[in-house]
């Protein structure tokens, strides 16, 4: 397999000879301008890393790590989506010390595509790994940074009944006071999917508590 460098200038090669720049503008003005795009749609990208994958494979050990960073490296948000892809699909091999990269990748050019992103990875990597759970909640609750809180809010989004209530509500407490739109989004969000499972605990939960408007009314979707 080629090295993880030769790897990364081969996608962002395919990336570049293969976009579009009126979509790139586009893409770009969603984002807020804060990442450059090659302009390449979903469907496109998909196929086009589809094929990479059959000819080169699927970095694995301290190659497919040096990848993933490489990725991140770059200005244009595709290599970031590659370098996340890439991990998901290697996920199910890596140890419990993967954390450490998930957690390095929430903070690295965050945004809230790419760290919605990583946090499905950390929901299953917890599943894999659940002694890695309370440690690392705490640590992130701890932290002060917003990303990592929001993610320890909304990692456990497709639990359903394996939800632990208790970490639940305690994250979404902690956060009540914030006046961070991508927390009390991610509060409310947290929220209306344990909802679904168990609206009475939510409706409760709700009305003794003080939230934002914005997280109550997106709490409130589901109930």
């Known amino acids: 397999m080629i ?46 890393v589809k094929t990479i994958y059959q000819e080169q494979g ?15 490296r770059e200005d244009h948000r595709e290599m970031h989506y590659f370098g996340l892809l890439t991990l998901e699909k290697a996920l199910k091999k890596q140890p419990a010390e993967c954390i450490d990269l998930l957690e390095e990748l929430i903070l690295t050019r965050s945004w809230w595509d790419t760290v919605d992103w990583v946090n499905k990875l950390v929901g299953l990597h917890f599943k894999r790994y659940p002694q890695l759970i309370k440690p690392t909640i705490a640590r992130w609750m701890d932290s002060g940074n917003f990303w990592l809180q929001r993610v320890c809010m909304i990692f456990q989004l497709t639990y359903k009944d394996k939800t632990d209530q208790a970490l639940l509500f305690d994250c979404v407490r902690r956060m009540a006071n914030s006046k961070e739109f991508f927390l009390q989004k991610g509060a409310g969000w947290a929220l ?21 408007s914005l997280t109550k009314r997106e709490a409130m979707k589901s109930l």
């Open 58 to 72: 699927i970095p694995s050990g301290k190659d497919l790590y040096a990848l993933v960073r490489l990725c991140f």
């Open 192 to 212: 209306r999917q344990y909802g679904k499972t168990n609206p009475d605990a939510v409706r409760k939960f709700l009305s003794e508590n003080q939230f934002s």
């Open 3 to 48: 090295s993880p460098s030769d790897y990364c200038h081969l996608v962002r090669d395919t990336f570049r000879a293969n976009g579009n720049p009126e979509t790139a503008q586009g893409q770009m003005a969603y984002m807020r301008n804060q990442f450059e795009f090659y302009g390449l749609k979903k469907p496109h990208w998909n196929t086009l």
